[in-house]
């Protein structure tokens, strides 16, 4: 029976796949028809915008991995402080914790990452670099890079997914954990084959299967996909859709294609997260997020020790940058209470 149902699973997820890009290439048509053309790509991008200079967020540097890795970060407090790790997601980079690297840097020593396919960090070729293994021990080499042994982890999206697999799998890298609308990975499996809302909210992840049409359609017109997804966050500008345009200019698509191209296919140890995480853990959840449900947060409780959920009350998805005064607020009353 498992043996079947992991044939099934492959034909099951590429239908979609296949059904998804369908239903986008005509919307495309579409376009081409009422535009008379094809649409125009992403704009060479050869300077930052200003806001990714500014001193403020903190100084800008590269680290070097075990596995030979070259990562870009931002680093703001003093090195002889701990180390409090921000993992972005999707589409995303460092800039994302912009309003954390300032609120707590009196604390810690915070650092941003651009994660590997990412801004200004190596982007290997081929999806086959992008497994979850390697992703997962690249949040280990970059704790040690730095030359720390463990670090207070706070994530979001993607960065969450990793998250949560490090503290399942390299428990004693982890003090702390601050989860910001991400799923623990089994209780989003569970989700999105038992709610049917999560499901075709999930749509996308399915779409990015296929090889190539995402990264043109999402580079169209400038990537005029980033002005649409951004326009629902407040405080957010011209100049901060822009960060995210340069930034993708510099690295791709594909790199950040290329981990929802390996989700279906999760090559940790099996039974990784069997054994509960036991490093204190906060939750903080906009419950506005169109991808992600609330419903994807039943059972967490399985799979924690000491769990905290605070939810953020029309904030969307991208809630550390859409409400930071209420994250920031949640994550120094769990810190204070997990000294």
Known sequence: MAK???LLAPIFVYSLSLFYGFLVSLALLWQIIKNFGL???????????????????????????????RIHYVAKGDTGKP??????????????????????SHEFRVVAVDLRGYGDSDVPTGRSQYKMAYLVNDVKEIIEALGYSSCTLISHDWGGFLA???????????????????????????????????????WYMFYFQLPFLPEYLMEADDFKMLDQVFKRVKNFTDEDVEAYKY?????????????????????????????????PTLVVWGN?????????LIGTEQYVEDLTIKYVDGANHW????????????????????P
């Open 4 to 6: 079947a149902r992991d």
């Open 247 to 279: 930034a993708l200019s510099q690295s791709g698509l594909s790199g950040p294609l290329n981990y929802y191209r390996n989700m279906f296919k999760i090559d940790l140890p099996e039974g990784y997260s069997c054994s509960k995480i036991k490093a």
């Open 164 to 202: 949560w697999a490090t503290a399942h799998i390299n428990p004693g890298l982890v003090d702390k954990l601050i989860i910001c609308n991400s799923p623990h990975p089994s209780c989003f499996r569970k989700c999105l084959q038992t709610s049917r809302k999560q499901f075709f909210a999930s």
């Open 83 to 104: 180390l409090m790790l921000c993992l972005h997601g999707f589409p995303e980079f460092w800039y994302s914790w912009r309003y954390q690297l300032k609120a707590f």
């Open 39 to 69: 649409p125009s790509g992403a704009k060479k991008r050869q300077a930052p915008p200003g806001c990714l200079l500014d001193t403020e967020l903190g100084e800008h540097s590269f680290l070097r991995t075990a596995s030979n890795l």
């Open 288 to 296: 506005k997020d169109k991808a992600l449900t609330t419903d994807c």
């Open 319 to 338: 809630v550390q940058m859409d409400a930071p005064e209420a994250v920031n607020k949640y994550i120094r009353e769990f810190l204070a209470a997990h």
